[in-house]
């Protein structure tokens, strides 16, 4: 007996023995996957998806059942107004839904589907629920910008066989197609479909129902008994839903459109994989629910901290787009069908509010970008500074230690912008506050960090502290200016300060309030150069359903949270946008914001910054990092960033090299670190590291000029800061999927940063037979398709495309407010003919003045045939931009570089010396025009590989003058005295 | 269009070199005098580039704001040339002559950018051109007088420094004198217990000879002898049984807690490997960081329950024994009370002993043993005379009273041989501590001793043990200092363990200036103390005082 029963522990023995060898082998998964949703853990998307699984498979005869009341048709000042009918069976009486298509003036269309009854009230609230009746119609409040809506009143209306046809657009080249009966909508444009509403019988309203009693025993459920409808448990939170199910859903066609891109923010490739299973595919659908999502894994559809529901669909010629202007979670599925052509069909649900689809026909990135940007706002003219280097870690923990940083940045000569400040600068977490003991005269420093023209970013989280004698809750509180839980008290959750509210930025007076906290005597220890960092504001909370709010939780006007999730962070990022613009700098000016944002949505462009959140210390981070960004120059918010280094875990040297290479590329350059990560300011990398890294930062401040001039740009026509191929050679076919490669700005910079261990080669794709040149040996890269560029550590991959003209400073100074006096650089890449084009954008990079046209903008245009290089005025207001010119005086043009300078001259001659070259500078200056001649010096080129490169030397004209250099070549005996 | 060409190049030349002192040549601008020669105009009015000679520019050239020589040595006076290379250019940066303080270089990329960086250039001169309206007043009067007064300061408190150096020093020298007579001292003593021993055992020898006789004189033998063999015997028999059963009971309760701990280890590990470390909580901090400290610290499975060691340990539990082999036939020597031992394996013998050794302390702690008897021992040695207990108890006595005296010989002599630092200067300060406030934390270190955190609410963090000194640079005073290491503190929540190091400064005082965890878990204290002063006497006061004067940046 005893032997029987010894064996079973024996052998249990030896099995825990093996268990605990299994258990230290099975590798961590980072993100907490099951902290958030899957689509059939949310209760909309799985019986959306069960609707579509229904409505498409093979033996179903499925008719959508939504039909156009024909008898309510009406066009009005560029609107079509309709009823659309809803059939529910099983009920004779049927749900209307009011429709709208709204035409604007620069032929982008609105549908809009609401739901009557809801409209009117007439529904009843589950429990006691105080939350608005109404589907949210306030998206459009936030998202675009006040003075959105020109209409195109010349709308052309025809209605035939149960098919209304409205012609508009350009040159009445667009139409839209709208069928009564299954109700769905194809658009045209020159005579071609391209983008198809219900196209598949998709859509879905859930109209509102009073929830059906339990059935009794062995009977079946009400149909109107939505699975997953009511009150919904995940993670130990129950949503009380008091409407009910009331998703809407949309299926959206592209027809022959093989690409869609867009919908940030996802750990993905640029081109959108599809998300119904299969190779290569997601099986679940692409998420956007702004989320704080903790070490999120690379290549995923799953939600991250931003959203912005704009798709772009292109193909060979045309390029159109979607925007689903709606704030609750969303979901959307993407499949293509090949057929002769492949198509790309997508799906589109979003837990409640309004259907509300944005259609936009192209037909090119830019017309697209275009559109988009005159409904949503451009990106926001930054302050000067915000796209220099900044330096960042969780903490910098007191003022000796920025001032030790400050100074070691100075001591190893790599320029910086701005220090960052992360929450632990604060008294306990309490915003507003500095910690007594470590940062005891904040004004102070300040005031150091300004010697340099530096600037500090402090973070400010929309979590305030629930703590006695702290005057921000008090008033947070007897102002009535905060989130409210579901039985509208005011509503606590957790975040770091550990009890908290939430400030309800949606309320107006929460925003004036917000704004008088940040004035410079109000807020204590911050000064002029003090700036701000949204984190959080998904929002953040730790002890909320998926690490957020509680969706019946109420805001201001009785909006639930649920309609307005993703608006949240963007909310709170305008509330201290408009803070930090309303601050008084002295003597009643105001200069322009900087704020950061973690959350966002559609909008957000006109604010400040984003960056992709917390990402970690690995080569798969440093790799999705430029398709994310790419991502969101396509969904028009380019000023981003990802954190240089990686935010957790420690990089390795190289990773933190190649990391910086790669990041001085981004829009917003910053570098971060976790709390537990060792330091690794670049300084302390040690050699060759730290100069190569040097190098690097440097390079993006020689580049400035070039940044500003893109961000310009962006400010005007919504074109990406950095591009992907796609867009700068929309006909390459084979070049629609390349996201690891960016063109920056209009500068014909085209970059391939090396994101994997080891690497020291890479291949650069070239989108067109334009001759490039290796920015930094002028080897010449020609022929559509993969070039092989060698890359050990040292070297960033960067080529110039021939015909572009960049702009420079080259002097290296310890910020960029101290380059402000120095003289510029243009480097000529000349193409094949001879030709190059360039722009360059210049203003005080602080203030407001840019808008009252004090700013420079010139066009700069080489004539190879003519051996001629201008300068031209692109300011449209030059009587205003005058004062500015005056103090503009100083600065000035000092060089010029011509790569592929045989491309015009016959430098063959030059080099054998049979002929000279000269170079005649004419400007006109304060109405007089001065001419003298600039000397000259030729670099021939070292082989048939590489390109020639003439320097104009010493050039000295005045950056706001209109100028025009003569290049002459004359032979031995015309000899002047000043050539080459 | 020539005149107009002409009439521009003065323009172009800007400020760029000063005016000529009674000389027609000036010395050009930002260059230090020494060099001046190599800027001479040459008969041809050419400048060769200082590294590239082959390169020769018009001297108009230098100093115009224009770089034109590859190693950028034709612009000494201005930024033009500061993008390149450092390590081309042979010129350290623009000299300011700082007249009324010391000359200075700074970097060619701080001038002309409209900030005067009087910390280097005390005159102004690095701001020439006076972009954006900038202008700075030559300040070399009253910062050299502040820099002069602050180097006396400091050469006064080296000064004292000095002489709380040398009395450390000659404090110093007195202590190791005395550990070197106390070894002397010892040595002899060692000596003599050396004697006693060996006296104490050739009398004891004796006295157990003379015991044998005595005994065999005396005619104990056989019945008695077996009768004791046979009662053992039994009372063996009843023992192992016993001992089996309680054996068997403790394993089964010590797998039924290993099973509890296994899932109690579990939770922690699914807690640590779940938890959200973002949050920044500290209490799930301080959890998962005394887990580790657990993990770090815990026996491994392997090494206790060896699957060998299992399987001896059933068998021990479970075989019968075959007590026939051991019914009494002639005498043997008798078991101790351990008896089961001597029938085990040789290998399991030790574990087993110390098993059952462990178990009968634990028994008899929680009450369900009666203490072993000394009694039991003298009646299986049988009869022992007092006398000869009593000469065995003396020379045990007297060996551990060696060997003690040996240890502590043996620690003076390492004592010795010890890293005091020069001239043992820091034998002097031993048990020395200094601590000061930083930020919420109380930092101190005792010299030779530890290096502690204290926390406002009196919780202590140990940040090292003292493991010895090192040369490191001090990138403040840019000199090498001698750096106190303390190493193996706690460990850190997800990190090493803490360690700290202090960065001396001569003083007379000894005083923690500043202390930052540099990296995680990594502290760095700046602290005085005249135990370095030696050092930076030895270096010469040149090395003082330039430590604060040279303070330009690179």
């Known amino acids: ?980 | 269009m020539k005149s107009i060409l002409l009439l521009s190049l003065p323009l172009a030349l800007a400020d760029g070199s000063q005016k000529p002192i009674g000389d027609a040549w000036a010395l050009p601008r930002g260059l230090n005098p020494a060099l001046s020669e190599k800027y001479r105009p040459s008969s041809s009015q050419t400048f060769s580039c200082l590294t590239k000679p082959e390169i020769q520019i018009p001297i108009s050239l230098v100093n115009d704001d224009f770089c034109d020589c590859p190693d950028g040595t034709d612009e000494p006076g201005t930024a033009a040339c500061a993008h390149l290379n450092t390590s081309l250019n042979p010129l350290k940066g623009f000299y300011c002559q700082n007249k009324g303080h010391a000359p200075a270089h700074i970097p060619f990329n701080r001038v002309n950018d409209g900030i005067c960086d009087y910390e280097v250039c005390c005159d102004g001169s690095d701001e020439w051109m006076g972009v954006g309206g900038i202008k700075c007043p030559d300040r070399c009067e009253e910062i050299g007088k502040e820099a002069r007064k602050a180097a006396e300061e400091k050469r006064k408190l080296y000064e004292t420094g000095i002489r709380a150096y040398q009395k450390l020093v000659q404090k110093a020298v007195l202590a190791k004198k005395e550990v070197e007579d106390k070894i002397v001292a010892l040595t002899g003593e060692v000596k003599r217990y050396e004697g006693l021993v060996e006296e104490k055992k050739a009398g004891l020898k004796k006295a157990e000879e003379e015991e044998k006789l005595r005994l065999a004189a005396s005619g104990a033998t056989g019945d008695e002898g077996k009768s004791k063999h046979q009662k053992l015997l039994d009372y063996s028999k009843e023992k192992l049984s016993a001992h089996q059963d309680k054996l068997a009971r403790l394993f089964e309760e010590s797998q039924r807690l290993k099973d509890e701990l296994e899932k109690t280890e579990k939770i922690l590990k699914t807690f640590k490997e779940e938890y959200n470390p973002n949050f920044n909580d500290e209490g799930v901090k301080r959890a998962v960081n005394a887990w580790e400290d657990y993990l770090a610290s815990k026996t491994t499975e392997e090494e206790v329950w060896s699957s060998e060691y299992l399987a001896s340990l059933t068998d021990l539990m479970y075989e019968s024994h075959q007590w026939d082999n051991y019914e009494p036939e002639e005498e043997e020597p008798t078991p101790d009370a351990y008896g089961i031992e001597a029938f085990l394996p040789p290998f399991l013998r030790p574990i087993v002993h110390d098993q059952l050794s462990n178990l009968r302390t634990s028994l008899v702690e929680y009450g369900l043993l009666a203490p072993r008897k000394p009694k039991a021992t003298t009646k299986t040695t049988g009869a022992l005379s007092p006398h000869i207990q009593k000469l065995t108890d003396d020379l045990s006595s007297t060996e551990s009273t060696l060997s003690s005296k040996n240890t502590e010989l043996s620690n003076l002599q390492s004592d010795l041989t010890k890293d005091y630092g020069p001239e043992s200067v820091f034998r002097s300060l031993k048990d020395v501590c200094t601590e000061a406030a930083s930020g919420e934390y109380t930092y101190s270190f005792c010299h030779l001793g530890r290096a502690t955190q204290k926390n406002r609410d009196g919780g202590s963090t140990h940040l090292g043990d003292w493991t010895g000194f090192e040369r490191r640079f001090d990138d403040e005073i840019e000199q090498d200092v001698t750096v106190i290491k303390y190493e193996r503190g706690l460990r850190c929540w997800n990190g090493p363990e803490r360690s700290a190091y202090v960065y001396l400064r001569c003083s007379a005082e000894e005083q923690i200036l500043s202390v930052a965890e540099t990296e995680k878990c990594v502290y760095k204290y700046v602290a005085t103390s005249p135990a370095v002063c030696g050092e930076v006497a030895a270096e010469g006061q040149e090395g003082i005082s330039m430590g604060e004067a040279n303070r330009q940046v690179n």
């Open chain 1, 1 to 980: 007996m005893r032997v029987s029963a010894l064996s079973p522990s024996k052998s249990a023995g030896g099995l825990t023995i093996l268990l605990l060898l299994l258990d230290f082998i099975t590798p961590a998964a980072t993100v907490k996957h099951e902290n958030f949703k899957t689509c059939s853990q949310s209760g909309f998307c799985r019986r959306n998806r069960a609707f579509a699984d229904h409505a498409l498979a093979p033996e179903s005869n499925w008719v959508s059942p939504y039909e156009i009341k024909e008898n309510t048709v009406l066009l009005q000042n560029g609107i079509l107004s309709a009823e659309i009918l809803k059939t529910v069976p099983g009920q004779t009486e049927k749900v209307v839904l009011p429709l709208s298509i709204n035409f604007q003036k620069n032929g982008a269309v609105r549908v809009t589907i609401d739901e009557l009854k809801r409209l009117k009230g007439d529904i009843v609230l589950r429990g006691e629920s105080k939350a608005r009746k109404e589907r949210y119609n306030e998206a459009e409040r936030w998202a675009l910008i006040p003075d959105w809506d020109v209409r195109d009143e010349k709308v052309v209306y025809d209605n035939q066989k149960g098919q209304i046809t409205l012609t508009f657009g350009p040159d009445l080249s667009y139409k839209a197609i709208v069928t009564v009966y299954p109700f769905n909508i194809k658009f045209e444009r020159d005579g071609e479909t391209h983008v198809v509403l219900n196209d598949r019988g998709l859509m879905n309203v859930e109209h509102w129902r009073a929830q059906p009693p339990e059935p009794e025993e062995g009977k079946e459920k009400s149909p109107e008994d939505l699975d997953g409808g009511w009150d919904e448990t995940f993670g130990g939170n129950t949503d009380t839903k008091p409407r009910g199910p009331e998703a809407v859903g949309m299926d959206i066609s592209f027809p022959g459109y093989e690409h869609v891109f867009g919908i940030p923010s996802h750990a993905t490739s640029l081109s959108l994989k599809t998300t119904r299973g299969g190779e290569g595919a997601y099986d679940e659908p692409y998420r956007l629910y702004n989320a704080d999502v903790f070490e999120y894994i690379v290549d995923s559809p799953m939600t991250l901290y931003g959203s912005i529901p704009f798709m772009q669909a292109h193909r060979k010629g045309s390029s159109v787009g979607v925007l689903w202007l709606n704030a609750a979670e969303t979901w959307v599925d993407v499949v293509k069908e090949k057929k002769t052509k492949t198509d790309t069909k997508t799906h589109w649900v979003s837990e409640s509010g309004q259907l509300d689809v944005w259609v936009f026909l192209g037909p090119t990135p830019q017309t697209l970008y275009k559109a988009y940007g005159e409904l949503t706002g451009f990106t926001k003219m930054p302050p000067s500074f915000a796209i220099a280097y900044h330096q960042c870690r969780w903490n910098y923990v007191s003022e000796d230690d920025v001032k030790d940083v400050d100074r070691k940045f100075d001591k190893y000569d790599i320029p910086y912008d701005v220090i960052w400040l992360d929450i632990e600068y604060t008294d306990g977490k309490r915003y507003f506050t500095f910690d007594p003991l470590t940062f005891k005269e904040p004004e102070k420093m300040m005031k150091n960090i300004a010697k340099t023209e530096r600037k500090v970013v402090l973070i400010i989280d929309p979590h305030i502290k629930n703590t006695e004698n702290y005057p921000v809750v008090e008033e947070l509180k007897s102002k009535d200016l905060a989130v409210k839980d579901k039985s509208s008290d005011i509503y606590e959750g957790w975040c770091w300060p550990g009890s908290s509210h939430w400030i309800d930025a949606f309320n107006p007076a929460a925003i004036e309030w917000w704004k008088s906290l940040f004035q410079l005597d109000k807020f204590k220890g911050t000064a002029k150069n003090t700036f701000i960092w949204n984190d959080m504001n998904e929002p953040s909370v730790f002890n909320g359903p998926e690490t957020t709010m509680p969706k019946d939780n109420i805001h201001f006007g009785n909006w639930e949270h649920r309609d307005l999730h993703n608006l949240n962070g963007m909310t709170f990022m305008n509330a201290t946008h408009q803070a930090l613009e309303a601050r008084d700098v002295g003597k009643g000016k105001n200069q322009r914001s900087f704020v950061l944002t973690r959350a966002f949505f559609a909008g957000a462009q006109r604010l400040g910054a984003m960056w992709t959140g917390d990402n970690e210390a690995k080569w798969e981070h440093l790799q999705a990092a430029l398709p994310m960004l790419l991502s969101q120059g396509i969904a028009g918010f380019p000023f981003s960033g990802a954190d240089v280094g990686g935010f957790f875990g420690n990089p390795s040297k190289e990773l933190l090299t190649r990391w910086y290479q790669s990041g001085i590329w981004y829009p917003f350059f910053r570098a971060h670190a976790h709390i537990d990560a060792k330091r690794r300011e670049p300084y302390l990398t040690g050699e060759p590291y730290t100069s190569i890294i040097r190098n690097a930062i440097r390079l993006r401040y020689a580049l400035l000029p070039a940044w500003y001039t893109a961000f310009h740009r962006a400010s005007k026509d919504g074109m990406p800061i950095i591009r992907p191929n796609f867009v700068v050679h929309p006909d390459d076919e084979e070049g629609f999927t390349i996201d690891d490669q960016a063109y920056i700005g209009d500068t014909g910079l085209l970059v391939k940063p090396v994101v994997g261990e080891g690497v020291e080669k890479v291949d650069i794709h070239l989108g067109d037979d334009e001759i490039y040149y290796d920015y930094w040996t002028h080897m010449i890269y020609q022929g559509k398709g993969k070039k092989e560029y060698s890359a050990p550590l040292d070297t960033i991959p960067v080529l110039m495309r021939g015909g572009h003209i960049i702009p420079r400073r080259d002097r290296p100074r310890r910020s960029s407010g101290l380059m402000k006096y120095d003289p510029f650089t243009l480097v000529l890449v000349l193409n094949q003919r001879g030709f190059a084009m360039g722009f360059l954008y210049h203003d005080d990079g602080e203030s407001f003045d840019y808008k009252q046209g004090a700013y420079i903008h010139r066009q700069f245009f080489y004539n190879g045939p003519l051996k001629t290089l201008s300068s031209r005025d692109l300011n449209k207001d030059p009587a205003s931009a005058a004062a500015y010119y005056k103090t503009a005086k100083a600065l000035q043009i000092e060089k010029i570089v011509i790569v592929g300078a045989s491309n015009s001259l016959d430098t063959r001659a030059l080099a054998r010396g049979k002929s000279k070259a000269k170079a005649v500078v004419v400007e006109e200056d304060d109405g007089k025009i001065k001419e003298w001649n600039a000397a000259l010096s030729y670099t021939a080129a070292a082989d048939e590989k590489h390109a020639d490169v003439l320097v104009i030397k010493n050039t000295k004209m005045k950056l706001v003058n209109d100028w025009t250099v003569y290049l002459e070549q004359v032979g031995k005996e015309d000899q002047p005295k000043d050539e080459l």
